[in-house]
């Protein structure tokens, strides 16, 4: 079973004299809409919240992994003309064939940062490559028609294939990001069971506050998505701007993502990611493989400033840095990242615990990315 992915979440300073506090104290009749903003009748949700019995942890988890990973439709161009055939599919978001074959073991293992029992924190973990790094976005058909350029082509960092790359990582971006509202609304019909008026309306409010933030950012994403559709459906790739870094050696960690440019490579902030009036501009990564070694794969919408800015600080980077400091920012940011055993038994408890405490950071606080002295990946970029 896939466990539902770490995310950000904010815990919000309350006001009290903030509209949502202020109405949630008045007195509630029975048929009145919820203060909590859930759309029902008080009397069907909060009347009476603090008498209600707190689910288990593990009940909680279950009930939240069905929420996040429900099967929500075929993400295919809906501009085009092509019928979806057969179920939704878990598609891979690193290329089966490519990358991911790259790290997995005699025993058909990866690795990856999974929540650990014991623990408090994730821990790096071995799972089934099946499993690693999948969501059900397309039927089998779309899949395969969509992807067939980067799955069955060797990659050679045609703008085409880039594109591609970038299009499944924003469905995959935008199915976490639904996932995640969904999983939000759904913690607040049940988290605050059995506390105190003062902590279900602390609750409800940094949830609805999260909420508010992720479902900015899902329009962000969807745009940026209707964008990369258009130039899909109409062979227009023109529209985005690719860049494509090779390098040699063996991929041991692979990755894939789209992020919202707030920070450059050199820890420079480009824009408040918390300020909902501002849109933020999006970048996609991802690591294909070459003969010789890989690629990392950087996507945006053409005219992009903070994206391409963020691309230049990449390439502002020492070549015999840039692989480190890309792995840095990879276990730093992105959920999406899966590596091989032998690589993570090659580093030293020093370099594990450093890794060990970026995959741990919900949120990345800025500050430029420095190398380290004994690289964390031996690839050489030319
Ligand atoms: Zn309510
Ligand atoms: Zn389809």
Known sequence: MINVPPHPFRVSEIDENDPFVVNALKKHRHFDPCWCG??????KCHMNREQ???????????????????????????SSQSACDGKIIDSHTIQRKGPLSKIVDDSGHVMHFEPSGDSAGLEAQSIGWRKASTFPGYCRRHDSELFGPIENIAFDGGHEQCVLHAFRNLCNEIYRKQALIDSLKFQKSILDRGQDLDRQIAIQYSCNENIKGQRKSLEESESLRAYIEKAIVGSNYGALDSACFFFEGDISVVS????????????????????????????????????????????????????????????????????DVFVQYCFLNCENTYFSAIWWKS???KQKAQITSYARALYYEGGAFTANKQSLVGWKFT
């Open 38 to 43: 859930s759309g029902k009748k008080y009397k």
């Open 256 to 323: 894939s993502s789209v992020f919202q440019c707030e920070f450059d490579f050199e820890g420079s902030k480009l824009v408040d990611m918390w300020d909902l009036s501002i849109d933020a501009e999006l970048l996609s990564h991802s690591i294909a493989n070459t003969e010789k070694g890989g690629a990392i794969v950087f996507v945006w919408h053409k005219g992009g400033i903070h994206a391409k800015a963020v691309v230049e600080s990449f390439e502002r980077i020492p070549d015999d840095e840039k692989g």
């Open 347 to 349: 580093l030293h408890s």
């Open 52 to 78: 209600e019995k707190p689910f288990t942890l593990g009940k909680l988890q279950k009930l939240q992994r069905d929420v996040f990973w429900r099967k929500r439709g075929c993400m295919y161009p809906k």
